[in-house]
């Protein structure tokens, strides 16, 4: 019996062994079976290109997050890295090219710009007394509003010696990996082996101890604050390298992802606990679960839901784990025989995952579907127009046997580029991409190309890269025909109102560019504004709504596309049709609709599905090594009233 009895605490020793083993390293089991998981179901997942990739797409979130872990571990919060890190770049990129700044003076100019960011924030938290939430909310518009006037809304290209950013060294190894991994390091270091990493700890385990302990409390803030604007202007120049350019509206929502990424490697937003190693793992749990749904053609929106069941969960877990007595320690506060014990775990969690891999491996063996396999990039899903381009996109690869994944960029040019370096080492058969950001996307389309793999560019151009082709409708003759039709209806004479669209694609250039033109048949036809709503229906609602209060005797509006034109006419309310007359651009089905009810005018219609049918049949032609035209144009025509009924779009 007493034999039984020493077996029975022996395994419960080890249970509960196993359990604080779980519980102390619940974001690396996480990072473990997603591998695993992600193994098993995709064959593509598991390639060398493929972890490149995640490595790259990873660097971004990961150095932002390592500043964010500062921030944390004192038991602050800092909302503004993200429009930070895009200042940064901006300040880069215009220093550099509009005023010749040598490029290495520029890039301290970009650093110093973050550091005073973050100064600014570390001031207004310690001497102004203000909320870190609020003071930081403030600076993350403060930073892109700087951001949106340095560039007067539109990329700014980078110059080549720092582009070499986003390269690779000897052929294969990703600098933006090689910046994370040295910043990583330095965090490590700054917290654990620093006087002022060990401030955090003390600061965020509770401040008005660490006050009365005698550190300057106030100083130390200010200190941490800059650290992280440090970290968010060197993420800033990684991703502008990417990108070969800076992108005013670049790494918008990014700071969410870096608080995510500390939370999920097991810092405590209560303060006073959090590691480097931790928040390294967080943000490649989320690269690995956005790449990996990517692979298996999880929808956009989905991915979004799953990342939000993730940061419950583990937030969740830090709570099990507090409860169960199983507090991380702060680094650089452990034994010598605590961190052999963690180093063990972390080798012990490589051999495991390495074997459970190569037993997963096997599944995909000679599973290879004999379907050509394509991929669509769109810039955005949340848009009549691209949602037609999609469906028509599908449809023709229904007919034709195609296996098309489509992924949504939600309008951000580094997620796009993610998605096209995700196509790309899938070896797909063809790349379809509507670009976010024309020049963004020329380095993923580099890239295929140097893979071998045709790439057809859809409604919008690549910038300074080869495509196959480009399916579009002719933007400048439509631009036209939308000046022709609202002078017309005016009868020569006006004053008209712009609605521009997202500053840097194609498209917005090649209507803006149309209407110019055709407005100069109509010397009588005064434009009194021209501003950006982004293509956006709630950003045309508001920036018609503000222009009416300068401009209430306004006649007319021309709109790049049919969701701005739509905002317009809800802000103008009953004068629209009547004493204003509204033409937009696209013939989506509400622009349709309106165009029926006789609220807006007209819209030059380019019929999106057939854009997005034209594509695929141009990317399968490609790839069977069929001549394709560098450029396919898809007619436009001005719907009216009159003509609405027979169009089908």
């Keep these: 019996m007493a034999t039984d009895t020493l077996k029975s605490k022996a395994g419960a020793g080890s249970a509960s062994g196993l359990r604080r083993l779980l519980l102390d390293n619940g974001a690396l089991t996480a990072l473990i079976v997603l591998v695993i998981a992600l193994s098993a179901l995709s064959g593509d997942f598991l390639t060398t290109d493929n972890l490149l990739n995640i490595g790259v797409q990873a660097a971004v979130t990961a150095i932002l997050a390592f500043g964010v872990t500062f921030v944390i571990v004192s038991a602050g919060i800092d909302l503004s890295v993200g429009s930070v890190a895009a200042l940064s770049a901006t300040v880069l990129a215009w220093s550099a090219t509009s005023h010749g700044v040598p490029v290495v003076l520029a890039v301290l100019l970009a650093v110093a710009t973050g550091i005073a960011a973050g100064l600014v924030n570390g001031f207004l938290i310690s001497y102004g007394k203000l909320p870190p939430f609020i003071a930081t909310l403030a600076m993350l518009s403060v930073g892109r509003g700087l951001s949106l006037v340095i560039s007067q809304g539109s990329p700014i290209a980078l110059p080549d010696s720092v582009s070499h950013l986003g390269d690779t060294l000897g052929g294969w190894l990703p600098v933006p990996v090689l910046v994370m991994v040295v910043m990583g390091l330095i965090t490590a270091l700054i917290l654990g082996r620093t006087y002022i990493g060990r401030s955090m700890y003390a600061i965020g385990g509770n401040e008005e101890a660490a006050r009365l302990s005698g550190l300057r409390v106030k100083r130390q803030k200010l200190a941490i604050y800059a650290l992280s604007g440090l970290f968010a202007a060197a993420a800033g120049i990684v991703l502008a390298a990417r990108l070969s350019s800076a992108q005013p509206q670049a790494a918008n929502g990014y700071e969410l992802d870096a608080i995510a990424a500390v939370v999920i490697g097991g810092a405590s937003l209560a303060g006073g606990t959090g590691k480097a190693s931790g928040t390294l793992i967080g943000a490649l749990i989320l690269a690995v679960l956005r790449n990996g749904l990517n692979l298996l053609s999880v929808s956009a929106f989905w991915q979004q839901v799953v990342i939000g069941v993730v940061i419950a969960l583990a937030v969740l877990l830090d709570t099990v784990r507090r409860k169960a007595g199983a507090t991380p320690q702060a680094a650089g506060t452990g034994s010598g025989g605590g961190k052999g014990k963690q180093a063990a775990t972390y080798g012990l969690a490589a051999v495991v995952t390495v074997a459970l891999v190569a037993a997963t491996s096997l599944l995909h063996t000679g599973s290879a579907s004999t379907s050509p396999k394509m991929g669509l990039s769109l810039s955005t899903l949340n848009n009549p127009f691209f949602v037609q381009i ?110 521009q669209g997202q500053a840097g694609t194609s498209a917005a250039r090649e209507r803006a560019a149309g209407f110019a033109k055709g407005l100069k048949a109509y010397p009588g036809i005064q434009v009194v504004a021209q501003q950006p709503a982004d293509f956006d229906r709630t950003k045309g609602l508001d920036v018609m709504s503000n222009l009416l209060q300068a401009h209430p005797d306004v006649q007319g509006v021309i709109a790049a596309n049919d969701e701005m034109a739509l905002g317009a006419v809800k802000a103008l309310g009953s004068k629209a049709g009547k004493s204003v007359q509204v033409v937009g651009f696209d013939g989506t ?50 719907v009216t009233k009159e003509n609405v009924a027979g169009f089908k779009g």
């Design 390 to 499: 999609r469906s028509g996109a599908e449809a023709e690869a229904k007919k034709l046997g195609i296996d098309l994944t489509v992924t949504d960029a939600q309008n951000d040019a580094s997620q796009q580029a993610n998605q096209l370096q995700n196509f790309t080492s899938s070896s797909l058969g063809a790349i379809i991409v509507n670009p976010v950001d024309s020049d963004a996307a020329s380095n993923s389309v580099k890239a295929a190309d140097k893979a071998d793999i045709p790439v057809i560019a859809v409604d919008r151009g690549v910038n300074d890269a080869k495509t196959d082709a480009l399916v579009a409708s002719d933007n400048v003759a439509g631009g036209e025909l939308a000046a022709k039709t609202v002078a017309e209806k005016l009868g020569g004479h006006g004053k008209i109102v712009i609605l």
């Design 589 to 638: 089905p509400d622009g349709l609709t309106a165009v029926e009810k006789g609220t807006l005018y007209a819209s030059v219609a380019q019929q999106p599905s057939q854009l997005g049918r034209i594509a695929v049949d141009n990317a399968l032609k490609a790839t069977q090594g069929k001549k394709v035209e560098s450029t396919v144009k898809v007619p436009v025509k001005v």
